[in-house]
């Protein structure tokens, strides 16, 4: 939550910290669209010129425009998912302190503000707003004016925060200098020619520089536009190695769709092709992108535990029928905040698989730290390179999805089953569970669902045109079974995200046993058929459902297989999708449901790509 950006350069004609870093911010608005401001240094002294706003980050550029602030040098700009406070001008960020000499911005949540704030309001300081950064701002303000350099008194007060927090801040007395620290909080540095960039991702700078380092836990970074210095708390150097990033600019631009959703959907296709690609080694099998597991590890794995939060764990439970059938490993799905209070039964037998887009869920980096506190080994399914679970996971298997912007996970989806599939067709070459020509089938079928996605988006006309006359239904219900099931509560999550519509997935199988009742006539119900070449009972079962709903008067919207007339027999509406092996369907059926949803958003007005009351990563517990 919250998208935070630094930019520091030469103080030349004035400086442009306030481009840079509203570009910045409108790449990273997708992290949080409460409020947003900005906080330059340079042009006074004395203080530091700030802006605020509650609202998105266009109401900020409006007031801009009407009201410039001085450019310079040195800037820092935040937009904010808020927690601590309403989202007012007031609880917008950069928050003041030393007299407006120091700006501060943050990311995450001060565990000890109270007792921070008690302290502080003990020894004079007024608070203007409610929220824990204000306070973070203050300890600082009165390090400063203690007698500190604005880097020694960020160590100092990192020191005495707790929590999780990435700030940033800048001082008016030293324009030429930009600091920043993180503890459990997300934080990239940019490297650029005679200028530094800092960001919650490098989406915000990568227009700028591709050449990227990470902060470590409880380090502080202290940039200059030629000089970028990283310490401990203490102040000990840390050497840190940058990375090229892989995403290009271009990526993250909408590239002629209306939203980023629209364009995220028909990136699928290469999504999928690029998490595939160039994964075989020498001897065909398949290569992590970081980090080592030991094969005698991964042979002796009695257990799997896939952790994810939203999106990321439906695909886990897509992942999970693949896996466990090709594998005979028993693999359980568990939602990441729920897997650590219970206790879990976790060995150096249990292999972890932690999945996540951004790769800086907190629920999912927490039980990974859970995880391998208990001794199992983890490998992380991330998207984002170099974010804290591709860290500190055992290993990591990138999904080459690109950037995803927005909030509501498409392509990110899709890639993240097709690198569990990957993952469970290693284990299962690995422990002998299949030949090597079986290995190679399921490749095969892999390499073949790109274009089928393209067919997919390609004959997309009739569920547009069935959600645009939807746009006034109250409740819609998707119904699924086997790889099915999970596809009808992405589905359904979907439509909750984005179109603000009562929304429930369930087994098809559950239906008897309580769910039915919901059905009245009219109702309208999504059900993902299976393939009628899949397992026979499986497709005959799910169209008894669907009658069974329909006999009720729910008006029935089937997903099916091309060629599937008895599924068309039972529906008010039918999607075919190509066929394909059944634990290969996912990677298809979804994509209706996608567009289902963006759709019926897009006919309401609403804003499909930053949902009210949502952020893309999810950075708090
Ligand atoms: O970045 P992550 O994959 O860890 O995020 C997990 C969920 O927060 C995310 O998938 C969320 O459910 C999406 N908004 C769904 O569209």
């Given at each position: 939550?919250?998208?935070i950006?630094g930019y520091?350069?030469?103080?030349?004609?004035g400086?442009?910290?306030?481009?840079?870093?509203?570009?910045?911010?409108?790449?990273?608005?997708y992290?949080?669209?409460?409020?947003?401001?900005?906080?330059?240094?340079g042009s006074?002294?004395?203080?530091?010129?700030t802006?605020?706003?509650a609202?998105k980050?266009?109401?900020?550029?409006?007031?801009l425009?009407?009201?410039?602030i001085?450019?310079?040098?040195a800037?820092?700009g935040h937009?904010?998912?808020?927690?601590?406070?309403?989202?007012?001008?007031?609880?917008?960020?950069?928050?003041?302190?030393?007299?407006?000499?120091?700006?501060?911005?943050?990311?995450?949540?001060?565990?000890?503000?109270n007792?921070?704030?008690?302290?502080?309001?003990?020894?004079?300081i007024?608070?203007?707003?409610?929220?824990?950064?204000?306070?973070?701002?203050?300890?600082?303000?009165?390090?400063?004016?203690?007698?500190l350099?604005?880097?020694?008194a960020?160590?100092?007060?990192?020191?005495?925060?707790e929590?999780?927090?990435?700030l940033?801040?800048?001082?008016?007395?030293?324009?030429?200098?930009?600091?920043?620290?993180?503890?459990n909080?997300?934080?990239?540095?940019?490297?650029?020619e005679?200028e530094n960039f800092l960001?919650?991702d490098?989406?915000?700078?990568?227009?700028?520089?591709?050449t990227?380092?990470?902060?470590?836990?409880?380090?502080?970074v202290?940039?200059?536009?030629?000089?970028v210095?990283?310490?401990?708390?203490?102040?000990?150097?840390?050497?840190r190695?940058?990375?090229h990033?892989?995403?290009?600019?271009?990526?993250?631009?909408?590239?002629?769709?209306?939203?980023?959703?629209d364009k995220?959907i028909?990136d699928?296709?290469?999504?999928?092709?690029?998490?595939?690609?160039?994964?075989?080694?020498?001897q065909?099998?398949?290569k992590l992108?970081?980090?080592?597991?030991d094969?005698?590890?991964?042979?002796s794995?009695?257990?799997?535990?896939i952790?994810a939060?939203?999106?990321?764990?439906?695909?886990?439970?897509?992942?999970?029928?693949?896996i466990?059938?090709?594998?005979?490993?028993?693999?359980?799905?568990?939602?990441?905040?729920?897997?650590?209070?219970?206790?879990?039964?976790?060995?150096?037998?249990t292999?972890?698989?932690?999945?996540s887009q951004?790769?800086e869920?907190m629920d999912?980096?927490?039980?990974?730290?859970?995880a391998?506190?208990?001794?199992a080994?983890?490998?992380?399914i991330v998207?984002?390179q170099?974010?804290?679970?591709?860290?500190e996971?055992?290993?990591v298997?990138?999904?080459?999805?690109?950037?995803?912007?927005?909030v509501?996970?498409?392509?990110a989806f899709?890639?993240?089953?097709?690198a569990?599939?990957?993952?469970?067709?290693?284990?299962?070459e690995?422990?002998?569970?299949k030949?090597?020509d079986e290995?190679d089938?399921?490749?095969?079928?892999l390499?073949?669902i790109?274009?089928?996605?393209?067919?997919?988006l390609?004959?997309a006309?009739?569920?547009?045109?069935v959600?645009?006359?939807?746009?006034?239904?109250?409740?819609?219900?998707?119904?699924?079974?086997?790889?099915g099931?999970?596809?009808?509560?992405?589905?359904?999550?979907k439509?909750k995200e984005?179109a603000?519509?009562?929304?429930?997935?369930?087994?098809?199988?559950?239906?008897?046993?309580?769910?039915?009742?919901?059905?009245?006539?009219?109702?309208?119900?999504?059900?993902?058929?299976?393939?009628?070449r899949?397992?026979?009972?499986l497709?005959a079962?799910?169209?008894s459902?669907?009658?069974?709903?329909?006999a009720r008067g729910?008006?029935?919207?089937?997903?099916?297989?091309?060629?599937?007339?008895?599924?068309a027999?039972?529906?008010a509406?039918?999607?075919?999708?190509?066929?394909?092996p059944v634990?290969?369907?996912?990677l298809?059926?979804v994509?209706?449901?996608?567009?289902?949803?963006?759709?019926?958003?897009?006919?309401?007005?609403?804003?499909v790509?930053?949902?009210?009351?949502?952020?893309k990563s999810?950075?708090v517990?």
């Amino acid at each position: 939550m919250c998208g935070i950006v630094g930019y520091i350069g030469k103080l030349g004609d004035g400086g442009r910290a306030q481009d840079v870093i509203m570009g910045g911010l409108a790449r990273l608005e997708y992290r949080g669209y409460d409020s947003a401001g900005i906080a330059v240094a340079g042009s006074d002294p004395e203080r530091v010129a700030t802006a605020k706003r509650a609202g998105k980050l266009a109401v900020l550029a409006d007031a801009l425009a009407d009201n410039p602030i001085a450019d310079g040098p040195a800037g820092i700009g935040h937009t904010r998912w808020a927690t601590h406070g309403p989202p007012t001008d007031a609880n917008a960020h950069p928050h003041l302190a030393a007299g407006g000499r120091i700006a501060i911005i943050h990311n995450g949540i001060i565990e000890n503000h109270n007792a921070l704030r008690n302290e502080l309001a003990g020894q004079g300081i007024d608070f203007l707003s409610d929220t824990d950064t204000e306070v973070a701002g203050h300890l600082l303000g009165s390090l400063v004016e203690s007698g500190l350099s604005l880097p020694d008194a960020m160590r100092a007060a990192t020191k005495r925060l707790e929590g999780a927090f990435t700030l940033l801040a800048v001082d008016a007395h030293d324009p030429h200098t930009v600091v920043g620290a993180r503890r459990n909080s997300p934080l990239v540095v940019g490297l650029g020619e005679g200028e530094n960039f800092l960001g919650s991702d490098v989406v915000a700078f990568i227009e700028h520089t591709r050449t990227a380092l990470e902060l470590g836990q409880d380090e502080v970074v202290v940039m200059t536009a030629d000089t970028v210095t990283v310490t401990d708390v203490n102040g000990e150097i840390v050497e840190r190695e940058s990375y090229h990033v892989d995403w290009d600019s271009a990526a993250a631009e909408k590239g002629g769709f209306d939203t980023f959703m629209d364009k995220e959907i028909h990136d699928q296709p290469a999504a999928v092709a690029d998490t595939l690609r160039g994964r075989l080694d020498e001897q065909g099998r398949l290569k992590l992108d970081e980090g080592i597991v030991d094969d005698y590890i991964l042979k002796s794995v009695d257990k799997i535990i896939i952790i994810a939060c939203g999106t990321a764990a439906y695909a886990g439970q897509v992942a999970r029928y693949a896996i466990e059938h090709w594998t005979r490993v028993p693999v359980e799905v568990e939602l990441a905040h729920e897997f650590r209070y219970r206790d879990p039964i976790v060995s150096v037998k249990t292999l972890v698989v932690a999945v996540s887009q951004s790769g800086e869920t907190m629920d999912t980096i927490m039980a990974v730290r859970h995880a391998q506190q208990q001794g199992a080994t983890v490998i992380g399914i991330v998207n984002a390179q170099g974010s804290t679970i591709a860290r500190e996971a055992d290993a990591v298997l990138y999904t080459r999805a690109g950037p995803e912007i927005a909030v509501a996970s498409t392509k990110a989806f899709l890639a993240q089953i097709t690198a569990g599939y990957l993952l469970g067709i290693y284990l299962a070459e690995l422990r002998g569970n299949k030949f090597p020509d079986e290995i190679d089938a399921l490749l095969r079928e892999l390499d073949a669902i790109p274009a089928k996605i393209q067919h997919v988006l390609d004959t997309a006309d009739p569920i547009r045109d069935v959600a645009r006359s939807m746009a006034d239904e109250r409740t819609v219900l998707f119904l699924g079974r086997h790889v099915g099931f999970p596809v009808a509560m992405e589905g359904a999550l979907k439509l909750k995200e984005l179109a603000y519509i009562h929304a429930e997935g369930f087994a098809a199988g559950e239906l008897k046993h309580g769910p039915i009742a919901l059905v009245e006539q009219d109702q309208p119900v999504f059900v993902v058929v299976p393939s009628p070449r899949g397992r026979e009972s499986l497709h005959a079962k799910v169209l008894s459902n669907v009658q069974e709903v329909r006999a009720r008067g729910a008006r029935t919207l089937v997903i099916a297989e091309e060629g599937d007339t008895e599924a068309a027999d039972h529906a008010a509406h039918v999607f075919y999708v190509p066929s394909a092996p059944v634990l290969m369907t996912p990677l298809l059926s979804v994509i209706p449901l996608q567009i289902f949803a963006l759709e019926l958003a897009a006919a309401k007005g609403y804003d499909v790509d930053q949902p009210r009351n949502l952020a893309k990563s999810v950075t708090v517990e």
